[in-house]
């Protein structure tokens, strides 16, 4: 039987982690909030504890928010730096004097 020939990876998708995240947050509240009413009737049916699992998912997706605008945040300035020192390696004086242009060689 053949080999099937290896592809390269595809890039990475592009997702909006803080709109996903923060759909499932408020979801996670309301459906809490939907539930709180009826805490009598789902605690006499041994299911008390629904309403405080919706807002534990709540609550975490509070962290997973911070979690993903501070990710979000540090890749833009990631993409930020990587965009000023590429029109500058080629420019007189960047290389050879030893400022750290040469990524093998940077302190940072």
């Not at 299911?47 to 534990?56: R, V």
Request: hydrophobic letters at 40%.
């Amino acid at each position: 039987m053949p080999k099937t020939p290896l592809h390269p990876s595809p890039p990475p998708l592009e997702a909006n982690d803080v709109a996903i995240v923060g759909g499932g947050t408020v979801l996670w509240f309301i459906a809490f909030l939907a539930l709180l009413p009826f805490q009598g009737a789902l605690s006499e049916h041994g299911h008390g504890s629904w309403p405080w699992i919706c807002l534990s998912g709540a609550g975490l997706g509070l962290i997973g928010l911070w979690y993903c605008r501070a990710r979000r945040d540090a890749i833009a300035r990631s993409r930020a730096a990587a965009e000023a020192q590429t029109p500058g390696e080629g420019a007189p004086g960047n290389g050879a004097t030893g400022n750290g242009a040469d990524p093998a060689t940077r302190s940072d």
